[in-house]
Each structure stands twice: as structure tokens, then as C-alpha cells.
């Protein structure tokens, strides 16, 4: 799913694309990417892009008449760039045509989670808004009240919307282990320091991310935005070694996510307990690091 900084560089794609251009036609190609009936799509048409803005993992374009069109691209949507003279593909799902070119709204998969609002006024806005502070805007003491608000372990704390604003499944990852703290430990235990690594990661790893996609969406409309990318230092990369200490990341699967986490920086050298791994090999699932290793030499 699209995080802060992915959403961030498709608002600086789209900016010198759609900021101060008339919306010329609203194309709704699959009718169950539209969750709202009033106002219609038609009437965002002939309306100019007065403003940009994130909301959460959400993308929002407001328009003349205090109108907005709010896009969430869930884990599988991604926007698409076409030049004016380019046919629109068909896996869009919806498209909104300017005089620069078309925004395209598309989605991998079957499972029709990616969406389009369109709403009129603040108040309707807000709506979107699940309430987490912006994690580059707040001070440590916030940051701190936010994440100890409820007995939360530090993944479920990062990644609740009502907490912090735009941090998921992929950056949470990054921010903890750039912090050296175990995504199932819990927010109150933290002594001071471990406060201190954890602010510093989650503003030194979205910054970090910020600047490297923003850099890459001024070059070029980002067409490969993905969870996974080959720089991270443990998302996505199950059993391949830590870069800061060579360690064999190791993950924890549930539904359609996993945490991925470094045995050796995080954890002590424990090995989380995975559900359907553990299950499976019940009194045979290594609980150290050590204990992996041993098994993965008799291998």
C-alpha cells in the first residue's frame, strides 16, 4: 500500500500536471471504484485544481467550488500518467482527463479495494481524516503521548491511522529497525533512550524516502511504486542478510501483511513466533537465532 512518501511523490508528479488546470471529463470505467453518489463525478468537470493534499494514505483534489475528489489506493491501486494524445489502458478503473494529460486510477488483482470519493466542503473532507498526527510535524513529547495513548505494541502503534498519519506496513519495518526495537514490544516499556531511537528513525527513515521518490517523481510520473524496493534494509527481504549486521531477516506473516525485523539488531536474537510456522513445526520452530542457524546447517 502506498505510504507517506509514496503518496507525497505522486503529489509532486501531479503538481506542475494538474495544479491551476481545468478538469476537462470524469470517466468512471468500473462503477464499485465510485463509493459516493452525491455530488456526481460530472460535476468536478470544468472545475479547476485550486489544491493538493495528503490526507493520511489518501490522495485528495480539491476544485473550484470547494468540490474534492479523494482517491485511496488501498494495497494493489496505483495512478498512471498518459500524455494528452494517449489512449487511456483498460485496467483503468477511472480517469480524469485535463488538458495536459489523464490521471488513471488503476488496480491489480480481483479484490476491488482501491477508491474514488467525490465530495463537497470541509466538513465532508475531515471525514477522511482518521485522526493520527503527522509524524514530521510533531515534537518527541507528542510523539511520544500519541504512541503510549493505548497498550500498543510498537508495530500496531506505528501503523494505526488514529495514531500517526500515513506509516504502514513497509516503513514501519524500516523505522524499526533503523531504531533497533522489536515490533512486538510495547509502547510503555520504552525507557528514554529507546524514545529517542525511535523518534529520530521514524523522522531520519520517512525523510529519507521523502527525498529519494521525490527526487525520482520530478524526473518522471512514478510508474513502480511497490512495498518493496531493494534498498530497504529488512521490508521484504525474508532471508536475506541485515546490511548493518548480516543476520538472516526473518518475518512475521498474518493476512495479506508481514513484519519483517532483523533477529540480531531487534530482538535479542529471538526469533518471533510466526502463527502457521509455529503451528507447523510446533516443538521444531527455533526460538534463537542460534537455534535457526543450527537447523539451517543440518539442512
Not at 35 to 55: S, Y
Not at 96 to 107: C, H, R
Not at 284 to 297: G, I, Y
Request: charged share 30%; aromatic share 6%; proline share 6%.
Amino acid at each position: 500500500m502506498p505510504e507517506l512518501p509514496d503518496v507525497l511523490a505522486y503529489l509532486t508528479a501531479l503538481e506542475p500536471r494538474v495544479a491551476g488546470r481545468r478538469l476537462e471529463r470524469v470517466s468512471i470505467a468500473k462503477p464499485f471504484v465510485l463509493r459516493t453518489a452525491e455530488p456526481p463525478p460530472g460535476a468536478l468537470e470544468g472545475k479547476r485544481v485550486v489544491e493538493l493534499r495528503r490526507i493520511g494514505k489518501r490522495i485528495a483534489l480539491g476544485l473550484d467550488g470547494d468540490l474534492w475528489a479523494v482517491i485511496h489506493l488501498m494495497i494493489a491501486g496505483r495512478l498512471r500518467w498518459r500524455d494528452a494524445d494517449a489512449a487511456t489502458p483498460p485496467s483503468a478503473l477511472a480517469s480524469l482527463t485535463f488538458e495536459t494529460g489523464t490521471l488513471v486510477l488503476t488496480e491489480a488483482g480481483s479484490k476491488r479495494r482501491a477508491s474514488l470519493h467525490v465530495v463537497k466542503g470541509s466538513d465532508a473532507l475531515r471525514a477522511f481524516d482518521a485522526g493520527g498526527i503527522d509524524p514530521l510535524a510533531c515534537d518527541a513529547e507528542a510523539f511520544r503521548r500519541a504512541l503510549t495513548a493505548e497498550n500498543r505494541t510498537l508495530k500496531r502503534a506505528l501503523t494505526d491511522p488514529r495514531i500517526l498519519s500515513g506509516i504502514g506496513n513497509a516503513y514501519s519495518d524500516e523505522i524499526l529497525h533503523a531504531a533497533k526495537l522489536s515490533p512486538v514490544l510495547l509502547a510503555s516499556k520504552l525507557d528514554a533512550s529507546q524514545w529517542d531511537r525511535l523518534f529520530e528513525a521514524v523522522r531520519h527513515t520517512l525523510e529519507l524516502w521523502i527525498d529519494r521518490l521525490g527526487s525520482e517523481a520530478r524526473r518522471k510520473f512514478p510508474s513502480k511504486v511497490t512495498a518493496f524496493r531493494p534498498e530497504m534494509a529488512v521490508h521484504g527481504r525474508f532471508g536475506k542478510p541485515c546490511p548493518r549486521c548480516g543476520a538472516p531477516i526473518q518475518r512475521i506473516r498474518y493476512a495479506d501483511n508481514e513484519t519483517d525485523y532483523c533477529p540480531r539488531c531487534q530482538t535479542d536474537g529471538k526469533i518471533l513466533a510466526d502463527r502457521s510456522l509455529s503451528r507447523l513445526l510446533k516443538n521444531d520452530f527455533p526460538r534463537t537465532l542460534e537455534e535457526l542457524e543450527s537447523l539451517q546447517r543440518r539442512a
